[in-house]
Every structure is written in structure tokens, then in C-alpha cells.
T-cell receptor, first 115, second 112 residues
Framework: AQKVTQAQTEISVVEKEDVTLDCVYE???????LFWYKQPPSGELVFLIR??????QNEISGRYSWNFQKSTSSFNFTITASQVVDSAVYFC????????????FGSGTKLNVKP | SAVISQKPSRDICQRGTSLTIQCQVD?????MFWYRQQPGQSLTLIAT?????????ESGFVIDKFPISRPNLTFSTLTVSNMSPEDSSIYLC?????????FGPGTRLTVT
């Protein structure tokens, strides 16, 4: 069975602070995909990143970075120098090669960035 | 990428009535998906809709409650039938395109 856990329900930081959102996943499949999505207050889901299980390289995109560690089944997301516009709910999700389009979402982490 | 639109964007409905939500994609896609996001909760897959065949429902969701149509490769509808306040949620349409999954803006449904 597949499962995604985001233990942090809500995080509050002050602008310019760095913040890390945790994601732990469970799957017995050897090929799988991990995703992060952002859901601002307007409600739409914004795709941020996809990682496949064979690619453990960390990735940086501007102020965003992702740390994928298979040894701990984690795919954490760090925002550097946070901004008020980063305030949103962030979802981590998992899908597998067998059923790529079926996403298992974590419960989400609400990030509040205060000015 | 795929651009998805949904109608209506939001609605307030009375219990016992039904609402049909439309999902339109700007390109042809094989698979379309419907998700539900209850207040403060994560997203849960309701069903997968393929053109030319009946939708495949996930555990806990049934066709009588959530009938789905998929008349062509760019359009789908989800009906929420005989609504109760527990159906108050955001309903999102999603498509798979070029190994990515895209989500529509969602329909915010409130049942009174």
C-alpha cells in the first residue's frame, strides 16, 4: 500500500526565514514518483516538482530546493528566504509506475509567512 | 502542459439537489480524474474517466452518487447527486499529459 505522511500540519515563519516542509512516504514498489504541489488560498493546485525513484539528486530551483533520501523514505522541501507569497498549503504526493496517474496525497502543510 | 477550466467555480446548493460540474481541457487527453478535497483535508481520488468507457471508481465512491460522463477527449462532467452537507468540498478535475498531471482550478461546493 502507498502512503504519504506530512507530519507538520501548520508552520508559521517570518519573512526571509528558511523553512523545510517534511514528507515521508511508504511504498513497496521499486519505481515510483514523488511530487510537490502548492495550493494558494485561491484553491488551484500548482505543480512544483516531480522526482522518480531512480533519481536521488537534490534539486534547486530559485529559492526552492528538494532533498530526496531513499534511505529514510523522505522527500523534503525547503524554501529559502521565504516570502509572504509563499503562504499556501503544500502537498506531497506519490504515484507508482504501475498506476502512475493515481496520486496518493499527504495531508498537506499549511505555511504562513508573516511580514 | 494542459490548461484546465471548470464550471462553476463555486456554488451553494440545497440538500437533496444535484450539481453537475464541467471540466474542459485545451488538448486531447486519454485520462481524466476527479478528486474531492473536503474542508481542511487532503485530496482524495473519486474516479478515473476514460473516453468511451465507464468511469472507474475508488473505494468509497459509487456511480449513483457521483455519475461521470466523458463524451470526448477534452471534456468530462461530474455530478454530485442528492447532496448533503457532507458533500461540501472542493472538487478538482485533473488530467494526465506528457507524464505530468495537471489540476483544474476546482469547484467549491457548499451544501446547506
Amino acid at each position: 500500500a502507498q502512503k504519504v505522511t506530512q507530519a507538520q500540519t501548520e508552520i508559521s515563519v517570518v519573512e526571509k526565514e528558511d523553512v523545510t516542509l517534511d514528507c515521508v512516504y511508504e511504498t513497496r514498489d521499486t519505481t515510483y514518483y514523488l511530487f510537490w504541489y502548492k495550493q494558494p488560498p485561491s484553491g488551484e493546485l500548482v505543480f512544483l516538482i516531480r522526482r522518480n525513484s531512480f533519481d536521488e539528486q537534490n534539486e534547486i530551483s530559485g529559492r526552492y530546493s528538494w532533498n530526496f533520501q531513499k534511505s529514510t523514505s523522505s522527500f523534503n522541501f525547503t524554501i529559502t528566504a521565504s516570502q509572504v507569497v509563499d503562504s499556501a498549503v503544500y502537498f506531497c504526493a506519490l504515484s507508482t509506475l504501475y498506476n502512475f496517474n493515481k496520486f496518493y496525497f499527504g495531508s498537506g502543510t499549511k505555511l504562513n509567512v508573516k511580514p | 502542459s494542459a490548461v484546465i477550466s471548470q464550471k462553476p467555480s463555486r456554488d451553494i446548493c440545497q440538500r437533496g439537489t444535484s450539481l453537475t460540474i464541467q471540466c474542459q481541457v485545451d488538448s486531447q487527453v486519454t485520462m481524466m480524474f476527479w478528486y474531492r478535497q473536503q474542508p481542511g483535508q487532503s485530496l482524495t481520488l473519486i474516479a478515473t474517466a476514460n473516453q468511451g468507457s465507464e468511469a472507474t471508481y475508488e473505494s468509497g465512491f459509487v456511480i449513483d452518487k457521483f455519475p461521470i460522463s466523458r463524451p470526448n477527449l477534452t471534456f468530462s462532467t461530474l455530478t454530485v447527486s442528492n447532496m448533503s452537507p457532507e458533500d461540501s468540498s472542493i472538487y478538482l478535475c485533473s488530467v494526465a499529459s506528457a507524464n505530468e498531471q495537471y489540476f483544474g482550478p476546482g469547484t467549491r461546493l457548499t451544501v446547506t
